[in-house]
Nanobody
Framework: QEQLVESGGGLVQAGGSLRLSCAAS????????TGWFRQAPGKEREFVSA????????YYAASVKGRFTISRDNAENTVNLQMNSLKPEDTAVYYC?????????????????WGQGTQVTVSS
């Protein structure tokens, strides 16, 4: 059983930055990919970014491309999400998740295990 723990969320003013981390235990990062998703109140969970562990290929939602950067730390078994130029519309609970090789990388249903989430609030 994989366990994922997110950290780094908080309150920041618009234009500021936060760095989220996702730490894994259990199988560690032998999964195909790790992704970040977010869910705002009253909205569906949406894809933010993902990284393939084998080759390091990264994926971003159009809304965050150029502002967010996903990276992996093999030694620490963590995946980080650097979020810059934050906007009020980035406010949400952010979740990390891991998936095997099946299913679309942007589809939450394709992911096998999820963390509990970390709140990100961007004030205007």
């Amino acid at each position: 059983q994989e366990q994922l723990v997110e950290s780094g969320g908080g309150l920041v003013q618009a234009g500021g930055s936060l760095r989220l981390s996702c730490a894994a235990s259990g199988r560690t990062f032998s999964w195909h990919a790790t992704g970040w998703f977010r869910q705002a109140p009253g909205k569906e969970r949406e894809f933010v970014s993902a990284i393939l562990w084998s080759v390091g290929t990264t994926y971003y939602a159009a809304s965050v491309k150029g502002r967010f950067t996903i990276s992996r730390d093999n030694a620490e078994n963590t995946v980080n999400l650097q979020m810059n130029s934050l906007k009020p519309e980035d406010t949400a609970v952010y979740y990390c998740a891991v998936k095997d090789g099946l299913g679309l990388i942007t589809n939450p249903s394709a992911y096998n295990y999820w963390g509990q989430g970390t709140q990100v609030t961007v004030s205007s």
